[in-house]
């Protein structure tokens, strides 16, 4: 079986978008990043810690430049080169075919990375995006964001 990083499982499952999500969701694990009550993002320097992938450094960068809301933040990194090279790289990889028909080996990825959706919040969100559900928990709540601010995000419709 294929195994595949968190921000590949959410591209996968949800496209760019859901990937810029999970790029932004391990930051604030990692409390690299903070959201203030009106979706305000600001980033913190945390020595021993930092961006681990080129998306996660985009929107790490982008929360820098300041005064940069959780929706834009995430709509930038969606549409940016990197998500876009994310997407061509699993195409490459043979899990996606065009623009987002996952293949046999993309949906054993997903499959493989499941059971992991139920422990890590990071990979929570691959599979149900910031607006998305765990059961009865919002995943947004994990991490500390209030519904209010999640529904600034555009809904995702390619899900698993």
Do not use: W, Y
Not at 15 to 37: H, K, M, Q, T
Not at 42 to 68: E, I
């Amino acid at each position: 079986m294929t195994s595949a990083s968190p921000e590949e499982v959410g591209c996968l499952i949800g496209g760019p978008a859901r990937a810029a999500e999970v790029a932004l969701a391990r930051l604030l694990d990692v409390d690299l990043i903070r959201v203030s009550g009106d979706g305000l993002m600001t980033a913190r320097d945390r020595p021993g810690f930092g961006a681990m992938t080129p998306l996660q450094l985009h929107v790490l960068n982008d929360v820098r430049a300041g005064g940069r809301h959780l929706h834009e933040v995430v709509g930038d990194a969606a549409e940016s080169p990197l998500a876009t090279e994310l997407h061509a790289r699993l195409i490459e990889r043979g899990l996606l075919r065009g623009e987002g028909d996952r293949t046999k080996a993309g949906r054993e990825a997903v499959t493989l990375a499941e059971p992991s959706a139920r422990h890590d919040r990071v990979v929570a969100v691959a599979f149900h995006g910031l607006r998305g559900r765990v059961g009865v928990f919002s995943v947004a709540r994990l991490f500390g964001l209030t519904p209010e601010i999640v529904r600034t995000l555009p809904e995702h419709h390619r899900d698993a």
